[in-house]
């Protein structure tokens, strides 16, 4: 009993800094369930954020069980310890007074200092530079012929990593204006609806919905998106399979530019 106080007495700073660091994970995980539950379309998807929250909030409680524990062992019963292993040294002998002190301080660890081995620093190479040679009358006449202007590469088509959920039209890169009809493929085994999503591009995207259906669409109309209520720029636009038990597989997404 002894060895487990002390022992959670040495962590003791770990736990706390661990248990902060979970404790602000979880207050973002709080926000982002929040908003999306207030983005949520369909009954399906607040019932999930709401399942979310009810798990961050154990995680929460169990935290500060575990804290509290921590404390409590650190403090309360350490220092229970200390006067109990006083007591029964003063009411002992000389000899086993000598004893219970060597045997309570074999309880607390050496720390052993490992010096560390010095790292070989590697040598530099050297790279030798070859001098071009001057060109020669045929390389200057070739120089000097105007560059072919390249024809414009066609647009991409997006890059979908599930075949369940596909958008063919617009491509990716495409240029967009006014109403936009959006075209491709949302289909699942254990189907329960999809939706389409825009967000502006960028490093984390803040997606919105404006077109859905509760019925799978094999290389047909999926929606519409009204760029012209949209301010220009580059936006990322993808389509989300939802199935039976409220998972989805990755979505596919598309990167176009509003141009009204």
Request: charged fraction near 15%; proline fraction near 9%; include cysteine.
């Amino acid at each position: 009993m002894g060895f487990l106080v002390e022992a959670i007495t040495n962590i003791a700073p770990y736990i706390y800094a661990t248990c902060g660091l979970l404790a602000l994970f979880q207050l973002y995980r709080t926000w982002q369930v929040r908003a999306e539950r207030r983005q949520a379309v369909f009954s399906l998807e607040r019932d999930k954020a709401l399942d979310d929250l009810y798990r961050i909030f154990l995680s929460a409680l169990l935290m500060l069980v575990v804290m509290g524990f921590t404390y409590f062992a650190s403090t309360t019963l350490r220092e229970a310890m200390i006067a109990v292993e006083s007591s029964s040294a003063l009411s002992s002998q000389d000899g086993s007074s000598n004893s219970s002190s060597t045997s309570f301080s074999a309880l607390i660890p050496t720390p052993t200092f490992t010096p560390e081995q010095p790292t070989a620093t590697p040598l530099p190479t050297r790279v030798q530079v070859s001098t071009p040679a001057p060109p020669d009358q045929a390389d200057t006449a070739q120089a000097e012929q105007p560059t072919p202007t390249p024809e414009p590469l066609p647009v991409a088509p997006a890059l979908c990593p599930d075949g369940r959920a596909v958008i063919l039209s617009p491509g990716n890169g495409a240029i967009v204006s006014g109403n936009v009809p959006i075209v491709g493929t949302a289909q699942h085994d254990q189907f329960a609806f999809y939706k389409l999503e825009h967000a502006p591009s960028g490093a984390n995207p803040s997606y919105s919905y404006f077109d859905g259906a509760e019925t799978q669409v094999v290389g047909g109309l999926l929606g519409n998106l009204n760029s012209a209520a949209m301010a220009n720029g580059a936006y990322i636009i993808q389509v989300v399979v939802v199935d039976s038990t409220g998972n989805y597989p990755e979505p596919c997404r598309v990167t176009v530019t509003v141009q009204n």
